[in-house]
């Protein structure tokens, strides 16, 4: 069992940046895989950021997974020792303006909904033009 709790969102102007914090419960985090995704009024819940459990392959490539729309601009990364994963958010965009969730995979750092085992409640960030 994982328990997971965001933090972070806020109120900010297009062009700015956040950091969303995503604390997790339980001993066994560094085995998921972890995800952002993001929810607008009236969409559907869509995939953000993915980051495997180990961030960084032995032959150095990066384990990260990027939805088009936010390459170039957001960040996912992760700290096991803190139990936490963060998304830092740059050049922040009007349609960008979602309820954040964070999710936990016990399987890969997938970019679909349903491979993804545990949900955070969310935080609201509003980009404001």
């Known amino acids: 069992q994982v328990q997971l709790v965001e933090s972070g969102g806020g109120l900010v102007q297009s062009g700015g940046s956040l950091r969303l914090s995503c604390a997790a419960s339980g001993r066994t985090f560094s085995r998921y895989a972890m995800g952002w995704f993001r929810q607008a009024p009236g969409k559907e819940r869509e995939f953000v950021a993915a980051?495997?459990?180990?961030?960084?392959?032995?032959?150095?490539?990066?384990?990260?997974n990027y939805a088009d729309s936010v390459k170039g601009r957001f960040t996912i990364s992760r700290d096991n020792a803190k139990n936490t994963v963060y998304l830092q958010m740059n050049s922040l965009k009007p349609e960008d303006t979602a309820v954040y969730y964070c999710?936990?995979?016990?399987?890969?750092?997938?970019?679909?909904?349903?491979?993804?085992?545990?949900w955070g409640q969310g935080t609201q960030v509003t980009v404001s033009s």
């Open positions: 980051i495997s459990w180990r961030p960084i392959s032995w032959n150095g490539v990066d384990n990260t």
């Open positions: 999710a936990a995979s016990a399987s890969t750092y997938s970019d679909a909904v349903d491979e993804y085992h545990y």
